[in-house]
């Protein structure tokens, strides 16, 4: 280092302690962060490692997990909300992966769908013939492989984007889309069932190709462990906040019930306000809430967000999915391998 180095980063230091002796004075926290879900709980193990620890994290809810949520249902646990690890086995390790499958280890399946032609049924009872879906399977991934093309090559500014509808159309692929039952029922596979939307409101540019299996490969882990997925977010969290012997979270620095209402920023800091009218202060905040909370105007900021920051927050929509869980007093299904996904065509 040189001697103008040398002196900048002493320089720097004194500056950097006399910050922290303010703070320490003030008797706030450096860091806020809202949420204790996946990215609140991961934003947090991140300050920590950086040497950040002054931090206060506040979660609405009486849990940590956010959507990763179990609930109890006919004597077992059941996932609310997050259930397979997706992207694994490919060129880049998912880093959620081998904390489930080998520090954890949650029980988990592989969700196989690769004999999907030998599983689609009609409606008035019957399969369809393997020869004729394994056909539109093929034609629906030729399409799909141009829309890939197709995706490369727009603008990463997403001013050129169009809808799965749209590049469905484009490569010939019937005029409305997908019209024919077998046709519908692998476009639903495809795409409904993955962003849990139909193909018209769709975005090609950020879907195809799915940054996620892209990255990490294609195939998804379903968890089914009685510690639940959110056993991830609590091993995350023992990391850097004082946990119990059975891994509940003990740490004073995590505020559960917590429902923040306001959050006031300037130049000298932030000011978070919660329904019970408590007010926290510090230096930063981190937002880590669903984008669902921040459409909903929940949590009111003063000054109001700069406009391009509130269109990014509406230009996406909050898919939802409904799940369903069905108890039957006896197993009636056959041994051996079990078919994953049953669909059903409406006719033909």
Known sequence: MTPTGATAALVLAVLTLAHHASLAAAGGPRVIIVGAGMSGISAGKRLSEAGITDLVILEATDHVGGRMHKRDFGGISVEMGANWVEGVNGGKMNPIWPIVNSTLKLTNFRSDFDDLASNVYREKGGVYKKAYVQKRIDLSDKVQEGGEEHSAKLHLSGQDDMSILAMQRLNDHLPNGPSAAVDMILDYFKYDYEFAEPPRVTSLQNTIPLATFNDFGDDVYFVADQRGYEAVVYHLAGQYLKADKSGGIID?????????????????????????????????????????????????????????????????????????????????????????????????
């Open 252 to 348: 004073p620095r995590l505020q559960l019930n917590k429902v923040v209402r306001e959050i006031s920023y300037s130049g000298s800091g932030v000011r978070v306000e919660t329904e019970d009218n408590k007010v926290y202060k510090a230096d930063y905040v981190m937002v880590s809430t669903s984008l669902g909370v921040l459409q909903s105007d929940l949590i009111k900021f003063e000054p109001q967000l700069p406009t391009w920051k509130v269109l990014s927050i509406y230009q996406f929509d909050m898919a939802v999915y409904t799940k369903i869980f069905v108890k039957f007093p006896k197993k009636f299904w056959p041994e051996g391998k079990v078919l994953m996904e049953l669909l059903r065509g409406s006719g033909v």
